[in-house]
């Protein structure tokens, strides 16, 4: 047992993304200043969410996944917004477990799966498969008397490589190994993507603010097609290297705002800032013909509530903030 290591070869292409990641995450130093600023820390939060549940098909979009977040009420499948209320309970456990902890797994996974679940929180006790997004079977799980056995295999790998094996790979390696034992009945891919997180979160704490997740579910085709290749090939190299290449382009999006955590909200804040000249106030309509916007309540929900919570954007009768006169302006 103490002598397992998962199969997988030390590529060029890795060695060069390891490099080029960690020079990137020292250019994030900024990113401290998002402690200040939990609005932020929970919206990057709520877009990593949305992007991995939706790639185990949960229905709700972006902005219902925000008002189930934020207590709103939200029209839904039962089961789509328990599975958003437990994603949000687990990502904010994000500092509180041990990544070499299979205890903590449990722990994690029974708070994924709360209600949603039979038997959240413990090993599976029955054979399962691997799906991708067309519903085709692209690997058969290990027999469920073989997983307790695999699981502690994987985790003391993980506790011997963790000081020779860099994080970036040493996580890429268990999120793949995970996905073959496949240890849990249900909700095996939100888990290892966040635990994935956790232990690159334990590296650098950036990594709490950067949306992988999202990444993963544009590139969720070639996430299966990496999968399977690797299954067929005996190694996870290539899977390795293709999550090297999604945490890579993650940092490029930060890199590009470096100031806040990349979503639509970010992009669209950008916008609004752009469109307006520095303690030059404008109407709502004015804004409005500027961005080629049409809905009053699109411009106050997606670009102007947002902006103004961050102290981007004020108010020229802040006691007022409905008045028909109402104009906004950034200083």
């Not at 890795?14 to 919206?43: C, G, H, W």
């Not at 034992?181 to 650098?204: A, C, E, M």
């Not at 981007?312 to 009768?317: E, G, Q």
Request: charge should be positive; charged fraction near 25%; include cysteine.
């Amino acid at each position: 047992m103490n002598d397992y290591k998962p199969p997988f070869q030390i590529t060029q292409t890795m060695l060069k993304r390891v490099a080029d990641i960690s020079e990137k995450v020292t250019k994030l130093d900024n990113f401290s200043n998002l402690t200040k600023k939990p609005y932020l820390r929970k919206q990057t939060k709520i877009n990593s969410i949305h992007s991995s549940l939706a790639i185990e098909n949960n229905k709700l979009s972006l902005e219902q996944v925000r008002d189930v977040i934020e207590g709103k009420m939200v029209i839904g499948s039962r089961q789509d917004i328990q599975e958003v209320k437990n994603a949000y309970n687990a990502y904010e456990m994000i500092n509180e477990v041990n990544p070499y902890s299979i205890k903590d797994l449990k722990r994690i996974h029974g708070v994924m799966t709360y209600l949603t679940v039979e038997g959240a929180g413990q090993f599976r006790n029955g054979n399962e498969g691997v799906f991708d997004e067309k519903g085709n079977c692209i690997h058969v799980c290990p027999k469920p008397d073989k997983v307790n056995d695999l699981m502690e295999q994987l985790f003391n790998w993980m506790k011997q490589s963790k000081k020779e094996l860099h994080p970036l790979i040493l996580s890429s390696v268990f999120h793949y190994e995970f996905v073959f034992i496949h240890p849990f009945s249900d909700g095996n891919g939100r888990t290892v993507r966040l635990w994935q997180n956790i232990i690159l979160y334990n590296w650098k704490h950036i990594f709490e603010y950067l949306p992988i997740e999202s990444r993963i579910h544009k590139y969720q085709n070639s996430y299966y097609k990496a999968i399977a290749n690797c299954n067929n090939n005996g190694d996870s190299t290539e899977f390795i290297e293709f999550m090297l290449k999604m945490i890579d382009e993650t940092l490029d999006e930060a890199l590009a705002v470096p100031s806040t955590p990349i979503n639509q909200e970010t992009i669209n804040i950008n916008k609004l800032l752009a469109c307006l000249e520095r303690n030059v106030p404008l109407s709502a309509n004015e804004i409005m013909e500027k961005l080629n916007i049409k809905s009053k309540n699109t411009l106050r929900n997606q670009y102007l509530h947002p902006a103004i919570k961050q102290g981007l954007i004020k108010l020229t009768t802040p006691d007022k903030p409905n008045s028909s006169r109402q104009m906004y302006y950034k200083d």
